[in-house]
């Protein structure tokens, strides 16, 4: 059974570093590509970036090049998404999400809060 | 990168037939076979309804159906019941960003 579980729900202070992980288990973790979805509250789904476990080739959308960081670990099978310096307006749900022809799998979200 | 149209809002009866356009350009929805929709309840993730406009996953009733003309999209949703209610959306394989791929930007479903 093809699974993305990702880590639990984050609460930070503004300016704060933080990584969350969704790890894949179920299906060959370096032959598909692995996305990040934000959603804030009450909004729709957004593309963050994208990642390629087998060669690490990554891309990101315009509106979150230079703000995140995604990363993966094939040697684990796990993909990251990480912030050197967290804002308000970081806080959102984010999932991770698998991608063939269309997005088959996702993870159950991370909720992320940045709260002082 | 800009998303694809989608009616903030539809709705109607139980039994009834209801459908949800997205509306994207040459270069997404009118160019390739690749758009897919999503189910989203409330404080849960999307699921995979529709993928390549026609094909249901399976387990997916078959009360869902998708098509496309053109450059748009549509999602109908037939004998309509109240645990249809929730947010959908349409993506689509895209040459209009280095992603690849776009959301809708989500339409409300209401069973009166």
């Known amino acids: 059974e093809v699974q993305l579980v990702q880590s639990g729900a984050e609460v930070k202070k503004p300016g704060e570093s933080l990584k969350i992980s969704c790890k894949g288990s179920g299906y060959s973790f370096t032959s598909y590509w692995i996305g990040w979805v934000r959603q804030m509250p009450g909004k729709g789904l957004e593309w963050m970036g994208i990642?390629?476990?087998?060669?690490?080739?990554?891309r990101y959308s315009p509106s979150f090049q230079g703000q995140v960081t995604i990363s993966a670990d094939k040697s684990i099978s796990t993909a990251y998404l990480q912030w050197s310096s967290l804002k308000a307006s970081d806080t959102a749900m984010y999932y991770c999400?698998?991608?063939?022809?269309?997005?088959?799998?996702w993870g159950q979200g991370t909720l992320v809060t940045v709260s002082s | 990168q800009s998303a694809l149209t989608q009616p903030a809002s539809v709705s109607g009866s139980p039994g009834q037939s209801i459908t949800i356009s997205c509306t994207g350009t040459s270069s997404d929805v009118g160019g390739y076979n690749y758009v897919s929709w999503y189910q989203q309840y409330p404080g849960e993730a999307p699921k995979l309804m529709i993928y390549e406009v026609s094909n249901r996953p399976s387990g997916v009733s078959n009360r869902f159906s998708g098509s496309k003309s053109g450059n748009t999209a549509s999602l109908t949703i037939s004998g309509l019941q109240a645990e249809d209610e929730a947010d959908f959306y349409c993506s689509s394989y895209t040459t209009n960003n280095t992603l690849g791929m776009v959301f809708g930007g989500g339409t409300k479903l209401t069973v009166l």
């Open positions: 990642i390629y476990p087998g060669d690490s080739d990554t």
């Open positions: 999400a698998r991608r063939s022809v269309a997005v088959d799998y």
